[in-house]
């Protein structure tokens, strides 16, 4: 079982994000604030669990989750600011979209920026490599990440049904590529990122 907390006696937040290595559509990023008490021995890693253990343990972590959000980055301003901006800007999205204020925050992996309240204070942070298999309220976070960017996914796969987005919803595969090669790149494609192996230009 994950640990249920990082700092004691303190309202605590787990924040991840979804998508950073994908060719198209949002980074999506989520935070959750657990209750102290809750335990689950399932919760893990979102990458750890299959598609059905995922979307289970949504439904809990929502229905019990003192508060949790969801926020996201497009993939025209991932292509402005970088994928790391990207993805730190959709967690502090995410944490100004909490109900309830968090008093420290639990960041998955080792980047991060300051968070500031609205009174302009930061609230503490601690980066944790792997935190979304060390944490409950980290791995909660990629749990929500994941679940709602995959759905929306397969929500534009209906629009661009070429690129197989409903299976590989988004990362660097080879049909996704291959689909790229075929027909070109769709308006949700990350045109800063390398979408195609060196052997192939790409018109855009």
Same mark, same amino acid.
């Given at each position: 079982?994950?640990?249920?907390? !990082?700092?004691?006696?303190?309202?605590?937040?787990?924040?991840?994000?979804?998508?950073?290595?994908?060719?198209?559509g949002p980074?999506?990023?989520?935070?959750?604030?657990?209750?102290?008490?809750?335990?689950?021995?399932?919760?893990?890693?979102?990458?750890?669990?299959?598609?059905?253990?995922?979307?289970?343990?949504?439904?809990?972590?929502?229905?019990?989750?003192?508060?949790?959000?969801?926020?996201?980055?497009?993939?025209?301003?991932?292509?402005?600011?970088?994928?790391?901006?990207?993805?730190? &800007?959709?967690?502090?999205?995410?944490?100004?979209?909490?109900?309830?204020?968090?008093?420290? &925050?639990?960041?998955?992996?080792?980047?991060?920026?300051?968070?500031?309240?609205?009174?302009?204070?930061?609230?503490? !942070?601690?980066?944790?490599?792997?935190?979304?298999?060390?944490?409950?309220?980290?791995?909660?976070?990629?749990? &929500?990440?994941?679940?709602?960017?995959?759905?929306?996914?397969?929500?534009? !796969?209906l629009e661009?049904?070429?690129?197989?987005?409903?299976?590989?919803?988004?990362?660097?595969?080879?049909d996704h590529?291959?689909?790229?090669?075929? !027909?070109?790149?769709?308006?949700?494609?990350?045109?800063?990122?390398?979408?195609?192996?060196?052997?192939?230009?790409?018109?855009?």
């Amino acid at each position: 079982m994950l640990k249920p907390v !990082h700092t004691k006696g303190m309202i605590e937040a787990g924040c991840d994000e979804a998508g950073r290595g994908c060719l198209a559509g949002p980074v999506f990023a989520a935070a959750v604030i657990l209750p102290p008490k809750f335990r689950n021995s399932i919760l893990n890693d979102s990458k750890q669990l299959s598609e059905k253990c995922r979307y289970e343990l949504r439904d809990i972590i929502e229905k019990k989750a003192i508060s949790f959000a969801v926020a996201r980055v497009e993939h025209n301003e991932i292509d402005k600011i970088n994928i790391l901006n990207a993805s730190i &800007l959709a967690m502090h999205k995410a944490i100004g979209k909490l109900k309830i204020a968090p008093q420290t &925050l639990i960041i998955d992996g080792n980047r991060f920026k300051k968070y500031l309240t609205k009174a302009g204070k930061p609230i503490q !942070h601690f980066c944790i490599i792997g935190g979304d298999a060390k944490y409950m309220a980290i791995a909660a976070a990629s749990i &929500l990440a994941k679940t709602y960017r995959d759905d929306f996914m397969k929500k534009i !796969h209906l629009e661009f049904p070429q690129y197989n987005w409903d299976s590989n919803k988004g990362y660097p595969t080879k049909d996704h590529r291959n689909g790229i090669k075929s !027909h070109g790149v769709s308006p949700y494609h990350r045109l800063s990122f390398k979408l195609l192996s060196t052997q192939y230009e790409l018109e855009f």
